[in-house]
C-alpha cells in the first residue's frame, strides 16, 4: 500500500500548479459527474444516472445528509492522524470502500478490473459485483494485498449461489455481501425511456459466464431447445451466447426469498456474511437473530423504491438497535470527507463510495479510480482533524448536531 497524507497530496497538487499541471480529476464531484455523463454514451448515462421512479431517494440521499452538521473543537492536537479503521477484521486504509457495481465496462474497456487495479494501490477495499463485466478471480488478483468482498444476488438456482460463494472464497473474498434490495429490478424510469437493459446485450454477466454450474445451466436449455445442434459449430456459440443472456434474466433475482433461506447461505461459507439493503431497525434486528455478521445500510443509491428514506436518515434507529452487536456499513449519497465524517459519527463503522468511483472510472481509468479515493480519503483526513479527531475512534455522536 502507498503511503497517503492528505497534505502531501495537497502540497503536490499545488506544486504541480506551479507547472502548469492541474490534477488527474477535479476534486469538485459535480463537475466530475457532469464530465462524465457528458463521456457516457446514452445507455450508460442512464443506466449509472437512474434512480427509481420520480428519482425522490436519489434526491433524498443527498438532502439528508444536511440535515446533520458538524461541530468543529478546537486545540486537540491533531498532528498525528491515522484514517485507518478494521472491519470485521479487515484491515482498511480509511472508513469506506467501493461499492459494488455493475457493468462498469459500460464506461470503461477493462470495467471493474480497472477498478481492481486502481483500488489496489490504496488499501481501500472493493466489493466485487455479482453484475461484474470480469470474472472475480481476475479481480482479485489484481487487487493484490488490499482486500475484497464478494457482493452476490440469489439466485433462482442454489447450485449457482453456491458456486458464486466457493468461488469468493477460494479467490480471498473477505465477505459475501448480500443484497437483499434488488429481488425484482425497480421501476427505472430512464432506462424504460431508452429501452435499454445492458444485462439483454450479454454485459455485467460475467460472474455467469465463467462459472461451471451456470454453463451447465446454459448447455441443458441448449439441448432441449434445440436437441440437434452440434456443440462444435460456430451456430452453437452464438446460441450458446443468446441463451446466456436469456437465462441470467429469467436465474438472477429470486423474489420468494425469506430470512429462513439465510440458514442455506450459511451453510455454503465460513466466511461473515452482511446483508445489503437494510433500511428497517426491525430487519437489523432480525439480521443479528438470523447469524448474520454485519449490516450494510443501504437504498441502493435510490434505484430501487422511489420515495424511500435515505440511507443516513435510516441509520440512526439501526444503530441504537443493534447496540454494536455487529458491525454496520452504509452507502447511498457519499461524496466527500464530512458524508463520511457524519456517518461514522452517526455509528458506521464504514461507508461505501458508489458512482463516483464509476465517473472516475469513465474519466481517467484506473489511475482515476486510484484519484477518486485519494481524494474522498484527504477530504475524510482533514475534515476529522479539523474537526479535532485524531482517529476514527475519536469521530463520535457530539461531532454532530442536527440541525
Ligand atoms: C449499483 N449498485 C449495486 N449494488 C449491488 O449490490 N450490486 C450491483 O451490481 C449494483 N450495481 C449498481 C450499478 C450502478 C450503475 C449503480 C449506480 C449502483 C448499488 C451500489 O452498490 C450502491 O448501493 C449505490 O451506488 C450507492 O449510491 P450512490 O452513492 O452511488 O448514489
Given at each position: 500500500m502507498?503511503?497517503f497524507?492528505?497534505?502531501?497530496?495537497?502540497?503536490?497538487?499545488?506544486?504541480g500548479?506551479?507547472?502548469?499541471?492541474?490534477p488527474?480529476l477535479?476534486p469538485?464531484?459535480?463537475?466530475?459527474?457532469?464530465?462524465?455523463?457528458a463521456?457516457?454514451?446514452?445507455?450508460a448515462?442512464?443506466y449509472?444516472n437512474?434512480?427509481?421512479?420520480l428519482?425522490h431517494?436519489?434526491?433524498?440521499?443527498?438532502?439528508?445528509?444536511?440535515?446533520?452538521?458538524?461541530?468543529?473543537?478546537m486545540l486537540?492536537?491533531?498532528?498525528?492522524r491515522d484514517?485507518?479503521?478494521?472491519?470485521?477484521?479487515?484491515?482498511?486504509?480509511?472508513?469506506?470502500?467501493?461499492c459494488?457495481?455493475?457493468?462498469a465496462?459500460?464506461?470503461h474497456?477493462?470495467?471493474?478490473?480497472?477498478i481492481?487495479?486502481?483500488?489496489?494501490p490504496?488499501g481501500?477495499?472493493?466489493?466485487?459485483?455479482?453484475?461484474?463485466?470480469f470474472?472475480?478471480e481476475d479481480?482479485?488478483?489484481?487487487?493484490?494485498?488490499?482486500?475484497?468482498?464478494?457482493?452476490?444476488?440469489?439466485?433462482k438456482?442454489r447450485?449457482?449461489v453456491?458456486?458464486?460463494?466457493?468461488?469468493?472464497?477460494?479467490?480471498?473474498?473477505?465477505?459475501i455481501v448480500?443484497?437483499?434490495?434488488?429481488?425484482?429490478?425497480?421501476?427505472?424510469?430512464?432506462d424504460?425511456?431508452i429501452?435499454?437493459?445492458?444485462?439483454?446485450?450479454?454485459?455485467?454477466?460475467?460472474?455467469?459466464?465463467?462459472?461451471?454450474?451456470?454453463?451447465?445451466?446454459?448447455?441443458?436449455?441448449?439441448?432441449?431447445?434445440?436437441?440437434?445442434?452440434?456443440?462444435?459449430s460456430p451456430?452453437?456459440?452464438?446460441?450458446f451466447?443468446?441463451t446466456?443472456?436469456?437465462?441470467?434474466?429469467?436465474?438472477?433475482?429470486?423474489?420468494?426469498?425469506?430470512?429462513?433461506?439465510?440458514?442455506?447461505?450459511?451453510?455454503?461459507?465460513?466466511?461473515?456474511?452482511?446483508l445489503?439493503?437494510?433500511?428497517?431497525?426491525?430487519?437489523a434486528?432480525?439480521?443479528?437473530?438470523?447469524?448474520?455478521?454485519?449490516?450494510?445500510v443501504?437504498?441502493?443509491?435510490?434505484r430501487?423504491?422511489?420515495?424511500?428514506?435515505?440511507?443516513i436518515?435510516?441509520?440512526?434507529?439501526?444503530?441504537?438497535?443493534?447496540?454494536?452487536?455487529?458491525?454496520?456499513m452504509?452507502?447511498?449519497g457519499?461524496?466527500?470527507g464530512?458524508?463520511?465524517?457524519?456517518?461514522l459519527a452517526?455509528?458506521?463503522d464504514?461507508?461505501?463510495?458508489?458512482?463516483?468511483h464509476?465517473?472516475?472510472?469513465?474519466?481517467?481509468g484506473a489511475?482515476g479510480?486510484?484519484e477518486?479515493?485519494?481524494?474522498?480519503?484527504?477530504?475524510?483526513e482533514?475534515?476529522?482533524?479539523?474537526?479535532?479527531?485524531?482517529n476514527?475512534?475519536?469521530?463520535?455522536?457530539?461531532?454532530?448536531?442536527?440541525?
Amino acid at each position: 500500500m502507498e503511503k497517503f497524507t492528505a497534505q502531501d497530496y495537497q502540497m503536490q497538487t499545488y506544486g504541480g500548479g506551479l507547472q502548469g499541471k492541474r490534477p488527474l480529476l477535479t476534486p469538485l464531484w459535480k463537475k466530475m459527474e457532469e464530465l462524465a455523463y457528458a463521456k457516457m454514451e446514452e445507455g450508460a448515462r442512464s443506466y449509472i444516472n437512474g434512480g427509481a421512479g420520480l428519482g425522490h431517494t436519489v434526491d433524498n440521499n443527498r438532502n439528508d445528509f444536511n440535515k446533520y452538521r458538524i461541530v468543529p473543537r478546537m486545540l486537540k492536537n491533531v498532528e498525528v492522524r491515522d484514517t485507518s479503521t478494521q472491519v470485521l477484521g479487515v484491515d482498511m486504509a480509511a472508513p469506506f470502500f467501493l461499492c459494488p457495481v455493475g457493468v462498469a465496462e459500460m464506461v470503461h474497456p477493462e470495467g471493474d478490473l480497472a477498478i481492481a487495479k486502481g483500488a489496489a494501490p490504496t488499501g481501500i477495499p472493493y466489493i466485487f459485483s455479482n453484475q461484474g463485466s470480469f470474472p472475480m478471480e481476475d479481480c482479485a488478483a489484481a487487487m493484490g494485498e488490499t482486500p475484497h468482498f464478494f457482493q452476490l444476488y440469489w439466485s433462482k438456482s442454489r447450485a449457482l449461489v453456491s458456486s458464486f460463494v466457493k468461488r469468493a472464497e477460494a479467490c480471498g473474498a473477505r465477505g459475501i455481501v448480500l443484497t437483499l434490495d434488488t429481488t425484482l429490478l425497480g421501476w427505472r424510469t430512464g432506462d424504460m425511456d431508452i429501452a435499454y437493459l445492458p444485462f439483454l446485450l450479454g454485459k455485467g454477466i460475467a460472474q455467469y459466464t465463467s462459472d461451471p454450474v451456470f454453463r451447465g445451466l446454459v448447455e441443458d436449455e441448449i439441448a432441449q431447445e434445440h436437441p440437434d445442434l452440434d456443440k462444435q459449430s460456430p451456430k452453437y456459440k452464438e446460441v450458446f451466447g443468446q441463451t446466456c443472456a436469456i437465462l441470467f434474466t429469467k436465474i438472477y433475482n429470486n423474489s420468494s426469498t425469506t430470512w429462513d433461506d439465510l440458514a442455506f447461505l450459511r451453510d455454503q461459507t465460513s466466511l461473515p456474511i452482511i446483508l445489503k439493503g437494510i433500511l428497517h431497525k426491525d430487519d437489523a434486528k432480525l439480521a443479528v437473530k438470523y447469524g448474520m455478521d454485519g449490516i450494510y445500510v443501504s437504498n441502493h443509491g435510490g434505484r430501487q423504491v422511489d420515495g424511500s428514506i435515505s440511507s443516513i436518515a435510516a441509520l440512526p434507529k439501526i444503530v441504537k438497535a443493534i447496540k454494536k452487536q455487529i458491525p454496520i456499513m452504509m452507502d447511498s449519497g457519499i461524496r466527500g470527507g464530512a458524508d463520511v465524517f457524519k456517518a461514522l459519527a452517526l455509528g458506521a463503522d464504514a461507508v461505501g463510495l458508489g458512482r463516483p468511483h464509476i465517473f472516475a472510472l469513465t474519466l481517467a481509468g484506473a489511475e482515476g479510480v486510484t484519484e477518486v479515493i485519494r481524494h474522498l480519503q484527504a477530504d475524510f483526513e482533514l475534515t476529522m482533524a479539523l474537526s479535532g479527531c485524531k482517529n476514527v475512534g475519536e469521530i463520535n455522536r457530539a461531532c454532530i448536531v442536527k440541525s
